[in-house]
């Protein structure tokens, strides 16, 4: 089943209507309105969460940041809620497949983001059926989907019944991707596709960069990259450490862009697109002079945070970087540039399903004026790193070959600096990761780097 775009007709049954619920309200102390609190917090979140997905193409984390429950739920709820609202979407396509034999028409799509919750729990949750398929009746009476609890209860009871036996023959790693996206990843190489499918089966673990002094936090794997690998579902702010500014979270992957600008102390160097701020920290530990720039006030305001509990020393600038000039030429520059983000589907799999092919044409245009950007800024045989968390081509390759006009020679990375992961370095000279590399060690994201000099 494919998404709906975002001007489908709109289903009949708006979950905003009160007539079930939400359930109970209660008074804070002190004065002012008091906030509305669910009975199921957990679920509430997750269904707006997948409506949000499936019927506006509206990301995971705005939902969580926007919704009314999710601000007064405690941490733990929100977490629960963005596990099974994440794994709904993970496996979205084979989720679909499993129901499809059991509805005979179309549902609304309330109904439908409902159905897939109450099927994630019972197909990969591990949640007792008799709790999966009696809360999904209980949040759609909530919702104002009361005329369809007993479609969704017969729906599920059967979903409980057959248990893992629906998934047998079912090519779940084709049905989890869109099949543009699919077709797309072919261009990394004979079975690149599967596996990248295989690895965003499974919910990312946690990787931290340490501080070169910070103690290990126990049960942490150390990568052959240096990341220090925890399980998935840790939870880093109740990680000894954390508010000392012992380590920062980052992919494993995402620390080779980076590490590739190998930046001495003293050098001037800018982060231009920097927010949350790992790699600005990477530069700024190595002993460099760090401008970090980010375009989104409340995304600085994430960087600064970082930054301050790192104890780092960064100039941070709010503004656009591809109209900012530094005052001097700098030595160089790292370009993490935004981009369709499909390397980061482990921790994101709503960005499978909310990125179409014609979302690429805008941002390839942001990419290439960034990089013209960047060169204008850097002095003569100053370097730049230009890295993506995407798996497009013409987000990586392409960029790459079309950054020679702004007078940018590539500067090919040599495998002697991709030692611990040389399946990652491409016949160019470019770093390429996917979320199919390291399969038994809990993957990792994907992402390109290209590096340049620039030329006189
Ligand atoms: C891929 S994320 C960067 C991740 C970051 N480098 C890190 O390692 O934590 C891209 C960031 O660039 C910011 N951004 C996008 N366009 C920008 C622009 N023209 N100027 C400055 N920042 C920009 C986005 O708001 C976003 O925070």
């Known amino acids: ?4 775009s975002s001007d489908a007709p709109k289903p009949k049954h708006s979950p905003r209507s009160r007539k079930g619920g939400p359930s109970k309200s209660h008074n804070r102390k002190g004065s002012g309105p008091a906030p509305l609190m669910s009975a199921d917090p957990t679920r509430d979140i997750a269904f707006d969460i997948v409506r949000g997905v499936i019927e506006n193409r509206r990301m995971l984390e705005t939902t969580l940041s926007r919704s009314p429950e999710a601000k007064v739920a405690d941490a733990r709820d929100r977490a629960a809620a963005h596990r099974l609202a994440a794994s709904a979407l993970r496996h979205f396509g084979t989720l679909s497949a499993v129901l ?40 759609m009476r909530r919702r104002g989907l009361a005329p369809f609890a007993g479609l969704a209860n017969a729906v599920l009871r059967k979903i409980a019944n057959g248990g893992p036996a629906l998934l047998e023959g079912l090519d779940q790693d084709r049905l ?18 599967r596996a990248i499918a295989r690895g965003l089966e499974h919910e990312a673990p946690l990787d931290l960069t340490m501080r070169t002094d910070a103690e290990i936090p126990e049960g942490g794997e150390i990568l052959p990259t240096g990341s220090v690998r925890l399980p998935a579902g840790t939870r ?41 701020g790992g790699k600005t920290a990477q530069l700024a530990s190595a002993g460099a002079q760090v401008t970090a720039l980010e375009r989104d006030p409340g995304r600085m305001e994430r960087l600064q ?32 540039a935004p981009c369709s983000a499909t390397g980061t589907a482990r921790r994101h799999p709503d960005a499978l399903w909310i990125k179409r092919p014609r979302d690429l044409a805008g941002l390839t245009e942001a990419q290439d004026s960034l990089l013209a950007a960047a060169a204008r800024m850097l002095k003569p045989g100053g370097r730049l790193v ?52 390291w399969p038994e060690r809990g993957g990792m994201d994907g992402f390109f780097a290209a590096r340049f000099v620039k030329t006189a």
């Not at 989890?176 to 596709?193: I, M």
């Not at 930054?307 to 700098?330: H, I």
């Not at 960029?399 to 090919?412: H, I, N, T």
């Open 1 to 4: 089943m494919n998404i709906p």
């Open 100 to 139: 499809e034999p059991f509805l005979r028409k179309e549902p609304p799509e309330p109904v439908r983001a409902a159905l897939l919750l109450g099927a994630a729990q019972l197909l990969f949750l591990e949640t007792p059926p008799h709790a999966a398929v009696g809360t999904t009746v209980d949040l």
């Open 176 to 193: 989890d991707v869109p099949p543009w996206l699919w077709s797309s990843w072919k261009a990394l190489g004979p079975g690149v596709a």
């Open 236 to 276: 880093v702010v109740e990680l000894p450490g954390f508010e000392d500014g012992a380590f920062w979270v980052q992919d494993a992957a995402a620390t080779l862009p980076a590490r590739l600008l190998a930046v001495k102390p003293g050098e001037q160097v800018a982060d231009l697109c920097a927010a949350p």
């Open 305 to 336: 945070e970082n930054l301050t509990r790192l104890k780092l020393d960064v100039t941070t600038v709010c503004a656009d970087a591809a109209a900012w000039q530094p005052e001097a030429p700098l030595d160089a520059i790292l370009l993490d």
């Open 386 to 437: 230009y890295a993506v968390c995407s798996l497009q081509q013409e987000e990586g390759p392409e960029r790459a070959r079309a950054a020679e006009k702004y007078g940018l020679k590539p500067d090919p990375i040599r495998p002697d600096e991709l030692a611990d992961l040389p399946e990652a370095l491409t016949a160019e000279g470019w770093l390429r990761t996917h979320p199919g590399m």
